[in-house]
């Protein structure tokens, strides 16, 4: 009768080891019992970037990356981008559930009262040199605003929890549209509570001498969809910094600074302003033969907004992403880049290189060009992500600090180092 189990052999010493399988997974502690002597530490597994390590159990999102399945708590991306709000689907990722109509009442007016910032933290923004990239204005803001919230630290009171939760996603919006207004060297434009979410972080963003700023709806719609796409996708970079952070039982502040600050780099947030320079250096479609070959040799150059750890067939969200971008270009009038990355795409997905290497379009390689569109700034793209991302970073939070396996983490090391070597005064080195 099959067991649940691995029978490993340690050919070292011929010993034979019993090692429970549970979800398709063995407890990486369960090997330490396989030893050549008594007194060795025993047996680890060696996993650099956590290839092939699951670092918790989750039911928030799941990934079919071969089939290019996304859901958040078992709804498809693709109903939510056309159905929800992004203010709906943040609840349905902290809940687990959609919110009942009097849920969504509460949920929304909660976050919309949020919304304002103390004013003092004016000031860490006016400290910021005029071109001070946002994403650093972002990480320093959501550091500082954790300050005036003391009571934070009581991570294990659910009020006080949920309290920091909807002020957090609140004020997102309000600092990623004053670190703007910092940048093109405006008055910061307050939060207009009569404005959907989306629409008030564009009122934030673009208004001016107008006393009511009213959006387009199209393009108000769009950011929506962005935000709903962008809102959570398991144990990333980001997120897993969220968790790491978290488990030294810091404020959510504070763990969501850490989350952002691993955002910002280029591999992950940061992909989507560096499609939009990859496309402008490119220049024209007579140009992109060549720029395949240069990624292809391999000379430090990646096509950016292309490949996935987890995605090894179309990443859906790219997907949902090209078809909404049709819709903005309608409005705000086609991006002359369209043409040069759909092209990009199909020259990329026939060759070899890409194919064999499961390289297709992620959720970065269009939303730049929606941004672009949309009049934001090139350094304002991953602010972009980490706005509608922090609902997902909390969630994922939330889980962890429930979570009775979870503990501080603390990975091992496989020591490579010097050993035992004793002090040499300066005149002997
Ligand atoms: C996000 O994890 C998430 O869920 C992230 C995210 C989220 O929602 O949180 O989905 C958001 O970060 C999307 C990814 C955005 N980043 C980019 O678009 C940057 C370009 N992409 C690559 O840097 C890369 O594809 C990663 C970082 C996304 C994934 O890297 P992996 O899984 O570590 O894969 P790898 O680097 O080991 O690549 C495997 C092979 C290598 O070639 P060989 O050494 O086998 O010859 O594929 C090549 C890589 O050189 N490769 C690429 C490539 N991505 C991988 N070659 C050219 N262009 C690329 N973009």
Known sequence: ??????????????????????????????????????DDFGMMTYDPAFMNTAACRSAITFIDGDKGILEYRGYPIEQLAEKSTYLETAWLLLHGE???????????????????????????????????????????????LGTFYPEAKNIFDEDVRNRQIERLIAKMITIAGFGYRHMVGMPYAYPDNELSYPANFLNMMYRTTELKYEPDPALVHALDVLFILHADHEQNCSTSTMRVAGSSHVDPYSSVAAACAALYGPLHGGANEQVIRMLTEIGSKQNIPAFIEKV???EGVKLMGFGHRVYKNFDPRATIIKKAAYGVFEVTGMSPLLEIAVELERIALADEYFVKRKLY??????????????????????????????????????????????????????????????????GQR
């Not at 011929?14 to 502690?29: F, H, L, M, Q, S």
């Open 361 to 426: 379009p992620n959720v970065d390689f269009y939303s730049g060009l929606i941004y672009q569109a949309m009049k934001f700034p090139m350094d304002m793209f991953p602010v972009l992500f980490a706005i509608p991302r922090v609902s997902g970073w909390l969630a994922q939070w939330c889980e962890m600090l429930n979570d009775p396996d979870q503990k501080i983490a603390r990975p091992r090391q496989i020591f490579t180092g010097s050993r035992k070597r004793d002090y040499k005064e300066i």
């Open 296 to 298: 292809k040799k391999g």
């Open 1 to 38: 009768m099959p067991t649940n189990s691995l029978t490993i052999t340690d050919n070292r010493t011929g010993k034979t080891y019993e090692v429970p399988i549970n979800e398709d997974t063995i407890r990486a502690t369960d090997l330490r019992k396989i030893k050549v002597d008594d």
């Open 98 to 144: 959609l919110p009942t109509k009097d849920e969504l009442t509460v949920w929304t007016n909660t976050i919309t009262y949020h919304t304002f910032i103390n004013e003092n933290l004016k000031f860490v923004l006016d400290s910021f040199r005029y071109n001070a990239h946002p994403m650093g204005m972002l990480i320093a803001m959501i550091s500082a």
